[in-house]
C-alpha cells in the first residue's frame, strides 16, 4: 500500500517527505528510479511512498508529473539536467541592493522565467545604501524586468517590502527563492515566519560573499500564508533548455532583432540592423546585448553537445 506526500526537506541524509495527516516520514528511492538515468525527487516533488518500515524508513514508489521544474545545467555533467525545484508558482530572484550584479540578474531571470511561474525580484539590504543609490538601483531593475515582474525592496527597520512579499504567498502557494549566498534568503525566511528558522552569517566584506549557512533545502510554512522553499546559494547557473526564459528575459532585444533587415542578423555590422540602430539612439546597452549574445551562445553549444551525444 502506498501514500501520496510531498519532500519537505533534502540534505546530505534521506529525503523527508510530508504525508496528508501532516506527519512526516524519511525516504529513500525504490532501485527502479535509479538505475535508469538516476531519476530522484527534489524538493516540492509529489511522490508516492510506501508504508514506513521497521527503522521509520519509507521508500519513494513514484514521483508524480512536476507542473513546474527550476533546472539548470548539471555542474559535473555538460549534457545532463540538474532539477534543483519543483511544483511551485513563484520564483522570487534575490538580490543584495548593495551588491547589485546586473549581469548575474540576467542569468538567473533566464532560469527564473523558464519554469513558467510568476517571477518577481527582491532586492535585500537597501538599509545599506544612500537614498539616491537605491533609486537608481531600483530603476535600472524595474527597467531590465519590466512591468509585469514586481521589484520588491528589503530593508531592516521597515516591513514594506516583507509584506509584498508575504501577499505573494498566499495560502495554498509556493515559491521559491533563488539567490547566491550571501543575499539575504536566510534572513528574509526568518522575518517572515517570525523565528530563527534559517542560519544566518556575516557576508565578507572585502568580496560581499557569504557562506553556504544554508546547506538543506527546505520548505517553510509562513504563518497566515502559503509555503517557501529555501535553498542554498547556487554559484554555478549554466543553462539546460531555456529558449523561453532568454525570450522572458530579454525582450527588449528580441522585440529590436525583429525589426532588423536580415532574419538572421547578427547585430553586428550588418546594414538595417534594428539592433545596432538602438545601441547608437542609447536606448539599448551595448553590455545587455553582449549579455545576451553570450547566454545565446551558451545555450546553442549545451544544445549543440546533446546532438552529438545523441548522435553517438
Not at 120 to 129: R, Y
Not at 210 to 228: K, L
Request: charged share 25%; glycine share 8%.
Amino acid at each position: 500500500m502506498s501514500v501520496r506526500g510531498t519532500v519537505v526537506k533534502l540534505d546530505r541524509s534521506l529525503p523527508l517527505v510530508e504525508l496528508p495527516d501532516g506527519s512526516q516520514v524519511r525516504c529513500e528511492h525504490a532501485t527502479e528510479l535509479v538505475k535508469h538515468g538516476e531519476q530522484r525527487a527534489v524538493i516540492g516533488d509529489a511522490v508516492e511512498v510506501s508504508e514506513p518500515d521497521a527503522h521509520d524508513v519509507a521508500v519513494i514508489q513514484r514521483i508524480l508529473p512536476r507542473a513546474t521544474q527550476l533546472v539548470r545545467r548539471d555542474p559535473k555533467e555538460r549534457t545532463a539536467e540538474q532539477v534543483m525545484a519543483a511544483n511551485f508558482q513563484v520564483v522570487f530572484v534575490v538580490q543584495p541592493m548593495n551588491r547589485l550584479n546586473v549581469r548575474r540578474l540576467e542569468r538567473e531571470l533566464v532560469l527564473a522565467f523558464e519554469t513558467g511561474a510568476r517571477v518577481a525580484v527582491i532586492l535585500t539590504k537597501a538599509d545599506l545604501v544612500q537614498d539616491a543609490d537605491r533609486a537608481r538601483a531600483v530603476a535600472e531593475v524595474a527597467a531590465l524586468v519590466g512591468a509585469d515582474v514586481p521589484v520588491l525592496v528589503l530593508a531592516r527597520g521597515s516591513d514594506e517590502g516583507l509584506e509584498q512579499v508575504r501577499a505573494m504567498i498566499p495560502a495554498g502557494a509556493t515559491a521559491v527563492l533563488m539567490g547566491q549566498s550571501g543575499a539575504g534568503k536566510s534572513t528574509l525566511i526568518n522575518r517572515l515566519t517570525g523565528q530563527d528558522v534559517r542560519k544566518t552569517s556575516e557576508v565578507r566584506a572585502a568580496d560581499g560573499k557569504g557562506r553556504h549557512t544554508t546547506v538543506s533545502r527546505a520548505i517553510i510554512n509562513v504563518p497566515g500564508g502559503g509555503r517557501i522553499v529555501d535553498m542554498p546559494g547556487v554559484r554555478g547557473m549554466g543553462l539546460w533548455d531555456a529558449e523561453r526564459g532568454i525570450a522572458a528575459a530579454f525582450q527588449d532585444v528580441e522585440q529590436l532583432a525583429a525589426e532588423c533587415r536580415f532574419r538572421d542578423c547578427a547585430h553586428g555590422s550588418e546594414p538595417g540592423c534594428a539592433v545596432q540602430a538602438a545601441i547608437q539612439a542609447g536606448t539599448l546597452s551595448q553590455q545587455r546585448l553582449d549579455s545576451y549574445q553570450s547566454l545565446r551562445a551558451e545555450l546553442h553549444q549545451t544544445q549543440e553537445r546533446l546532438r552529438q551525444q545523441s548522435w553517438r
